[in-house]
């Protein structure tokens, strides 16, 4: 292999012979496989103003768990926006009516001769009104000339059901089958306070390699389309709110990054709070990152929804290993991106996740060194109890350290939440969502001083 081929990661197309290189944070790196992922994001092509989407095979190099300061770091230019599209089927090239917005629905439907307010009534129906349309019989009160074109020219479902997983707290965990045969995870996560929540994916896999996250072992399969996302939202809906009651909230912290889905995420979150649709409160739609700082400063200019930052350390050392995004957006520039951004909103926080990891950044020296970052920053910290899964190195702190880890925050002027495992029976808990495969993303190397830590939970 040459110097340059050892400098730089390769991602190559297989039915091509077209080679990409993305960004990468370290020039020293083995190579010890290849992950062959389908991207259908990657090429696409206009008819009618229509975009289609076409399958690709990618297969990308990954760094050796050898290798001190390595990480692969995704182009998010391998994933091209779907802002403006209409999304649409390859095979029957028929749109798919929950990737649309309000705005493009009408305009789609007064395409084919019918008035905007038929648009508000297909709208509603699937959205609103304990509806949620999944068919053309399902459309009551539509008239018949526009139910024809419906079945003619659209699709109504994005995902396919493939099981409904119970954990023995009320947890659920619904399985969905995309078209393409992949599989994606949501979580519906009753309270006994009357607040239910939805926890949905926005990608299938991670790029990110976050190493206390389950799904971050899979390596990134392939963003979802905003029709996959919102649908996964009205399915909560439609299948179990006779069980758990009203959904009341969404969190964007199922499988993936979702501002490694920047398009599709906002679209996805707009129709959610259409006040005509699905009507969540903006307030109550979360949408979370693991630090994408460019497409943070967008998310702060173009939406309303509330936000999440997953921090997880407070020294740039143990985030680089931990979560090798860091190597790209530092900490200093993270906080300091929040600190500008939330300076001129009015009443807004930010919420920052910490996942507690016995050893690593549990420390009274972490919870101080906490209580410093934030400063400036208007936010509320939520102290995330670790779920263990199958190959995973670290281990839970113990309750009553998170709880004098919680005192030390408190004390400084910060609130404080405590979130607690749930759905872990089932795998539903943060972090434990997916199914990785044979070839997994590399295992980043372990800090010399953690390793005692670690070594506890073999």
Not at 319 to 339: D, G, Q, V
Request: with cysteine; net charge positive.
């Amino acid at each position: 292999m040459s110097t340059t081929m050892r400098r730089l990661g390769i991602i190559t197309l297989t039915n091509s012979a077209a080679v990409v290189t993305p960004s990468l944070l370290s020039s020293t790196a083995a190579f010890p496989g290849t992950l062959t992922l389908p991207s259908p994001l990657r090429n696409h092509r206009l008819s009618n103003s229509i975009r289609f989407h076409k399958s690709k095979s990618l297969s990308f190099s990954c760094f050796s768990s050898s290798s001190s300061s390595a990480a692969y770091l995704p182009s998010l230019e391998e994933y091209p926006s779907t802002k403006g599209s209409v999304e649409a089927r390859d095979d029957n090239q028929k749109v798919v009516l929950k990737g649309m917005t309000y705005a493009t629905l009408q305009e789609w439907v007064q395409s084919h001769g019918f008035r905007p307010g038929q648009a508000l009534m297909l709208w509603k129906r699937l959205y609103k009104d304990n509806i949620w349309a999944n068919n053309v019989d399902e459309l009551e009160g539509l008239n018949k000339d526009l139910k024809r074109m419906i079945s003619e020219h659209a699709e109504f479902g994005a995902l396919s059901l493939k099981d409904i997983r119970s954990a023995s707290d009320g947890t659920r965990k619904i399985l969905f089958t995309l078209d393409d045969g992949l599989v994606i995870e949501t979580v519906v996560i009753p309270c006994d306070r009357g607040r239910t929540t939805v926890c949905v994916s926005s990608q299938v896999g991670c790029a990110m390699n976050c190493q206390f996250c389950y799904t971050g072992r899979m390596g990134l399969k392939r963003n979802l389309t905003t029709a996959e996302i919102v649908e996964q939202a009205v399915y909560a809906r439609r299948l179990l709110s006779h069980e758990v009651g009203s959904i009341t909230n969404v969190v964007f912290m199922g499988m993936g990054e979702p501002f490694h889905n920047i398009d599709n995420v906002i679209k996805a979150a707009n129709i959610m709070v259409d006040e005509n649709g699905l009507h969540f409160s903006p307030r109550k739609v979360t949408v979370s990152t693991s630090g994408l700082v460019p497409q943070l400063k967008r998310f702060l200019r173009e939406s309303n929804c509330a936000l999440a930052v997953s921090l997880n350390a407070t020294t740039d050392e143990v985030r680089n290993w931990i979560m090798p995004i860091n190597r790209k957006y530092k900490l200093s520039l993270l906080l300091e991106t929040l600190r500008e951004g939330l300076s001129s909103r009015h009443k807004y926080k930010v919420l920052f996740e910490y996942v507690m990891l016995a050893g690593v950044n549990d420390s009274m020296d972490d919870a101080r060194r906490l209580v410093e970052l934030v400063q400036g920053i208007p936010c509320k910290i939520n102290l995330i109890q670790f779920n263990p899964h199958s190959g995973s190195q670290f281990i839970q702190t113990e309750e009553d350290k998170m709880i004098k880890f919680r005192n030390v925050l408190a004390q400084g002027g910060c609130t404080v939440l405590m979130r607690f495992s749930r759905g872990n029976d089932q795998m539903a808990a943060c972090g434990q969502l997916g199914m990785i495969g044979a070839v997994q993303a590399p295992v980043m190397r372990v800090p010399e001083q953690f390793r005692t830590a670690l070594k506890a939970s073999v």
